[in-house]
């Protein structure tokens, strides 16, 4: 069993000696491949006869429609945003994430409290607001962080989508009235923001620009250790 | 963004403390009532009151779905929604800013709640601290005999059932609102509340709200401007 721990200090009422499971996380930028390789992930590690739970952001009972909706209207300001995924990420985690864990399960998380820190950040929180925040998230076993290189992204999101998307182009942020040139920058800056968590987080860089498969198979070696380490 | 704290804006901040049946809502209404009557620039907002995010919290209530820290983080919301698109411009514009409850409240019941201090008060790190915080004190029974008196039909959250207290929702309220005058108290000194006796009548207390606003707050430069 590993030994959890939280960022700051512990929420209300969670009693982490209690937490048996293992917390794996998975970053990366949209059309990076995410949600296919935890999808290969999940089959794989219920093939070896672990129990499996998928988590993301803004799935929520509680504001992930609301969430939804209030985007959709880009009407909130970047704090009200930044407070409601705050919301949406604290409900998963204390309704789904904690009580999956404490029930032995691997829970395999499409983005976590990273993603969220980089796009306030980006928007102009100071990052010790957003880090104290954060503060009663539960440190993951491992953080895989998929690398793609720009060029690499935008391919794949064209062929994946045909255009790019308001938010992923940082397109409230006002970098420029070009979309193409927004995103890029944009994509710049959340990159920026990993590097430097990176380091202060200890995340596990994955070379994603690499096939499907080459891709699977080392996170897959990976995880294995992280597996054979924690249990 | 912290930064704006230091600034100083044109607007004054201005808001009411106190337990439920205290009494700041009918005083801070009369407040309200009399200022606008003057002629001044103010305006009046209320604790979750987002048209955003009040149907989330809505729905969290209803169907129990909230734990202390999501409790927290979506009144945050709520607070952050107003404060960013209504308060904070009106205080730059050079408005009175009047507000029934304030961080506060969200210091004393979360905290109540389990929540830890020191992340409260970091997660309203970019409100300022308000110009006047009237906080209206009362002995716990007499505000719980208001309450328990006039409005039998007590909510889940309001009466801290969350809390697992008491299988009695009243007995509930009375040990949650205990816990949470405690919590007042001790931040009177802290955060500097003019503190007013709630014991006294209504007009009694809206002749002193009255007069402590006009000794702290120069009434002149709110007036009204014309525009044609």
Same mark, same amino acid.
């Given at each position: 069993m590993s030994p959890k721990r939280f960022y700051g200090i512990s929420p209300a009422g969670i009693d982490v000696a209690k937490l048996s499971g293992q917390l794996i996380v998975i970053e990366g930028p949209d059309s990076s491949g995410r949600s296919t390789h935890i999808d290969l992930l999940a089959q794989w590690l219920e093939e070896q006869g672990y129990a499996v739970a998928q988590v993301g952001l803004k799935r929520s009972t509680l504001v992930g429609a609301e969430l939804e909706r209030a985007k959709e209207g880009n009407v909130l300001s970047p704090r009200t945003l930044s407070l409601f995924y705050a919301t949406d990420f604290y409900d998963q985690f204390e309704n789904r994430i904690v009580p999956a864990l404490r029930a032995g399960f691997v829970v395999l998380a499409d983005r976590y409290i990273y993603t969220l820190m980089a796009r306030d950040i980006v928007r102009g929180a100071e990052p010790g607001w957003v880090a104290s925040v954060y503060s009663m998230a539960l440190v993951p076993d491992a953080v895989f962080y998929l690398v793609v290189s720009l060029n690499t992204l935008v391919e794949r999101t064209?062929?994946?989508?045909? /255009?790019?998307? @308001?938010?992923?182009?940082?397109?409230?942020?006002?970098?420029?009235?070009?979309?193409?040139?927004?995103?890029?920058? @944009?994509?710049?800056?959340?990159?920026? /923001?990993?590097?430097?968590m990176q380091k202060l987080y200890g995340f596990q860089a994955v070379n994603a620009n690499r096939a499907i498969p080459a891709v699977d198979r080392d996170l897959k070696v990976r995880i294995q250790q992280v597996l054979q380490r924690t249990e | 963004m912290r930064a704006f704290e230091a600034e100083e804006l044109p607007g004054k901040l201005i808001a009411v403390e106190g337990l439920d049946g205290s009494g700041k809502s009918t005083q801070i209404h009369l407040l309200h009532q009399w200022l606008k009557g003057k002629g001044y620039r103010v305006f009046f907002t209320e604790w979750n009151s987002s048209v955003l995010v009040r149907e989330a919290t809505k729905k969290g209530k209803k169907r129990q779905l909230l734990t202390p820290t999501t409790f927290s983080l979506i009144h945050a919301t709520d607070f952050a929604d107003r404060y960013e698109r209504q308060m904070l411009p009106l205080l730059r514009a050079g408005y009175l800013v009047l507000c029934d409850r304030y961080m506060y409240t969200s210091f004393a019941r979360d905290?109540?709640?389990g929540c830890d201090k020191a992340w409260l008060r970091n997660l309203y790190g970019f409100a300022r601290v308000p110009d006047i &915080?009237? #906080?209206?004190?009362?002995?716990?029974?007499?505000?719980?005999?208001?309450?328990?008196?006039? $409005?039998?039909?007590?909510?889940?959250? +309001?009466?801290?059932?969350?809390?697992?207290?008491?299988?009695?929702?009243?007995?509930?309220? $009375?040990? #949650? %609102?205990?816990?949470?005058?405690?919590?007042?108290?001790?931040?009177?000194? +802290? #955060?500097?509340?003019?503190?007013?006796?709630? &014991?006294?009548?209504?007009?009694?207390? %809206?002749?002193?709200? $009255?007069?402590?606003?006009?000794k702290r707050i120069d009434l002149a430069a709110f007036h009204k401007r014309f525009v044609q």
């Open positions: 064209f062929q994946s989508h045909l /255009e790019l998307g @308001y938010w992923e182009s940082g397109m409230d942020c006002g970098l420029s009235r070009d979309w193409f040139q927004s995103f890029v920058r @944009y994509q710049k800056k959340i990159r920026n /923001e990993f590097l430097k | 905290a109540v709640r &915080t009237f #906080f209206f004190r009362l002995p716990l029974d007499v505000a719980l005999g208001r309450i328990l008196e006039g $409005r039998p039909q007590l909510k889940y959250f +309001e009466a801290g059932m969350d809390l697992g207290l008491s299988l009695d929702i009243a007995e509930s309220f $009375r040990i #949650f %609102q205990g816990r949470v005058l405690d919590q007042y108290l001790a931040m009177a000194e +802290e #955060f500097g509340f003019t503190v007013l006796d709630a &014991t006294r009548s209504v007009h009694a207390q %809206q002749k002193e709200m $009255r007069a402590i606003f006009q």
